[in-house]
């Protein structure tokens, strides 16, 4: 069964970082593209940004480009989100996502993770 | 980017009753578009993606259509475990891009 285990959120000032995790088992890890999806509370889905299995191509939306970065450690089955100069807007729940193997939509998801900027 | 609008807002529908969402793109994306359902507190779920194909374990009263900047999610009869928020969102180009949900209440 796949499971994906998000960590690391919670209340930042603007302008902090924060790294958030991803702990993934029951399926092939490195096999399959990897993502973060966020939601802001009460709104809508946003992809933050996708990682590819062997971790070498990655992509970002405008609104995180620079940064935020994310990678992959194959050899623990783990993602992360590393995520710099915090903003207000920033604040939401962050979901780990595996990515589906052949097109570009989620097929399993974690809880989330909720991080807060606020002063 | 891409945008996807989704109509309408809320749709309220009796028990046993079909339900029609619509979604349509800024600009065509093929036939890369999923559906996903969420229900409060929950992840989404995984629905239908490539605009057709069901995802594992979805019911077949689920069925996706359309191509190119239009498409629909029919509910051929609502159970009440389908009132949620559905969203959709297209595949084809880098940044995937959701809609901003439709709710289906109970009427």
């Known amino acids: 069964e796949v499971g994906l285990l998000e960590s690391g959120g919670g209340l930042v000032q603007p302008g902090g970082s924060l790294r958030l995790s991803c702990a993934a088992s029951g399926f092939s890890f490195s096999t399959y593209a990897m993502g973060w999806v966020r939601q802001a509370p009460g709104k809508g889905l946003e992809w933050v940004s996708v990682i590819s299995g062997s971790g070498g191509n990655s992509y970002y939306a405008d609104s995180v480009k620079g940064r935020f970065t994310i990678s992959r450690d194959n050899s623990k089955n783990m993602l992360y989100l590393q995520m710099n100069s915090l903003r207000a807007e920033d604040t939401a729940l962050y979901y780990c996502?595996?990515?589906?193997?052949?097109?570009?939509?989620?097929?399993?998801w974690g809880l989330g993770t909720l991080v807060t900027v606020s002063s | 980017e891409i945008v996807m609008t989704q109509s309408p807002a809320t749709l309220s529908v009796s028990p046993g009753e079909r339900a029609t969402l619509s979604c349509r793109a800024s600009q065509t994306v093929s036939s890369n578009l999923a559906w996903y359902q969420q229900k409060p507190g929950q992840a989404p779920r995984l629905l239908i993606y490539?605009?057709?194909t069901r995802a594992t374990g979805v019911p077949a009263r689920f069925i996706g259509s359309g191509s190119g900047t239009e498409f629909s999610l029919t509910i051929s009869s609502l159970q009440s475990e389908d009132f949620a928020v559905y969203y959709c969102q297209q595949h084809n180009n880098w940044p995937w891009t959701f809609g901003q949900g439709t709710k289906v209440e109970i009427k």
């Open positions: 996502a595996k990515r589906e193997a052949t097109a570009g939509v989620v097929d399993y």
């Open positions: 490539d605009a057709s």
